[in-house]
């Protein structure tokens, strides 16, 4: 399951930028006078013609497509930003330089890797793109024993190797920008489980038994409040799946069964290949 999740995201990936990349060659070509042999939105135009129906209509609705994806790409773009800035400058506010510093060498992190905030809120999550760092919080480290902070860093690292905030942040991008190609929506759902599975894995290899990772599990369950809806792209270490979680915590070599969407494959394949003729 997991080899098909990283085959769906790279898939994703590739046809999102497809198509967001012909999107801005068919602006380039009607604003700046660009040249381009190939553009799937040109052909589309002709496509309309063919079937008869007047250039102006289907000019016109090639351009609200592009006007509706490009404007949802750039507003998400920028709210991104301005929430990373804000959760820079908290975490610089509130950060425990000694117990940041004390923490990294426990578990040989780099400089840029953990911030440990004074909060009584128990928190455990992974923020950041290029540099990922792992964000506790002093309520959390009053709250667990030493070996399960221990499985629930590990966890948190398993997010930094990968980048996983990227990940969920580009593919919340590609669902939103391209609601009309309904498999990025569900694409977009299921990879935040499924990253959650894969770090939990790792951190039960990393302390060869699940006991540990599972309680601090159901620690936070059970005192932590709700988490807010945040708009920063984010792993938290206990806010995604808990069910499917706990039972893979119970039995690591359990099979998730994960049913391909047909009906959305098809609609979105359907629709790609009215873009690619439409335009």
């Given at each position: 399951?997991?080899?098909?999740?990283?085959?769906?995201y790279a898939a994703s990936l590739a046809l999102s930028g497809l198509v967001l990349g012909q999107m801005l060659?068919?602006?380039?070509?009607?604003?700046?006078?660009?040249?381009?042999r190939y553009n799937i939105f040109d052909l589309c135009v002709i496509l309309f013609k063919n079937l008869h129906i007047p250039a102006p209509i289907a000019?016109?609705?090639?351009?609200v497509v592009i006007l509706y994806t490009l404007s949802s790409v750039l507003v998400l773009v920028v709210r991104q930003v301005f929430q990373a800035m804000k959760a820079k400058r908290l975490v610089a506010r509130y950060q425990d330089a000694a117990l940041t510093s004390q923490y990294r060498g426990m578990y040989r992190l780099d400089e840029h890797q953990l911030r440990i905030i004074s909060s009584k809120a128990p928190t455990a999550m992974t923020i950041?793109?290029?540099?990922?760092?792992?964000?506790?919080?002093?309520?959390?480290?009053?709250m667990l024993d030493p070996t399960e902070l221990h499985a629930?860093?590990?966890?948190?690292k398993c997010h930094v190797k990968h980048r996983d905030p990227l990940a969920i942040f580009l593919?919340?991008?590609?669902s939103k920008a391209l609601l009309y190609i309904p498999i990025f929506a569900w694409i977009a759902k299921k990879y935040p489980i499924m990253i959650e599975l894969r770090a939990d894995k790792y951190?039960?290899?990393?302390?060869?038994?699940?006991?540990?990772?599972?309680?601090?599990?159901l620690k936070l369950l059970k005192q932590q409040s709700p988490v807010p809806n945040l708009?920063?792209?984010?792993a938290s270490f206990a806010e995604t799946s808990m069910n499917v979680r706990i039972k893979h915590i119970l039995d690591p070599q359990m099979t998730l069964y994960l049913p391909w969407p047909r009906l959305r494959i098809a609609i979105s394949l359907l629709i790609v290949i009215l873009l690619m003729g439409l335009i």
């Open positions: 399951m997991e080899k098909r999740l990283k085959w769906l060659l068919f602006v380039g070509q009607h604003l700046f006078k660009w040249k381009a000019f016109n609705l090639v351009n950041g793109f290029l540099k990922p760092r792992i964000i506790l919080s002093t309520g959390l480290l009053d629930v860093i590990d966890h948190e593919l919340s991008v590609i951190a039960i290899g990393q302390m060869n038994q699940p006991a540990d990772l599972g309680s601090a599990l708009s920063l792209s984010h």
